[in-house]
């Protein structure tokens, strides 16, 4: 059975760091591009970033660029983890964050968010004093 789920989020202050996961089973990680999104009260849901099934990565927001960094792990044969590394940290930066599997194996670049057909539910993220 297809499944992401998201952990790692929590309360941090302004300037501070997390590292949120992405543990998906159901399928095979080599073969498809994993991608971070967010969505914050109000607001609609917004792409952070992606990385392909070949390990290239991609922001789609450019107010994260230098800050958020994504990488993969799939050294265990049938538990993958995709990583959200978040570095100085602001309030804007609050929301859940979720995961999400695309279609193939290349990341979307245009009606980003249909380009990706599974997602986990979500893991929330607040930053504040």
């Known amino acids: 059975q297809l499944q992401l789920v998201e952990s790692g989020g929590g309360l941090v202050q302004p300037g501070g760091s997390l590292r949120l996961a992405c543990v998906g089973s159901g399928f095979t990680l080599r073969d498809y591009a994993i991608g971070w999104f967010r969505q914050a009260p109000g607001k609609e849901r917004e792409g952070v970033s992606c990385i392909t099934a070949g390990g290239i990565s991609i922001s789609y927001a450019d107010s994260m660029n230098g800050r958020f960094t994504i990488s993969k792990d799939y050294a265990k044969n049938t538990v993958w983890t995709v990583y959200l590394q978040m570095n100085s940290l602001k309030p804007d930066d609050t929301a859940v964050y979720y995961c999400?599997?695309?279609?193939?194996?290349?990341?979307?670049?245009?009606?980003?968010?249909?380009?990706?057909?599974?997602w986990g539910h979500g893991t929330q993220v607040t930053v504040s004093l």
């Open positions: 999400a599997r695309a279609y193939g194996s290349t990341c979307p670049r245009q009606n980003v968010l249909r380009g990706f057909n599974a």
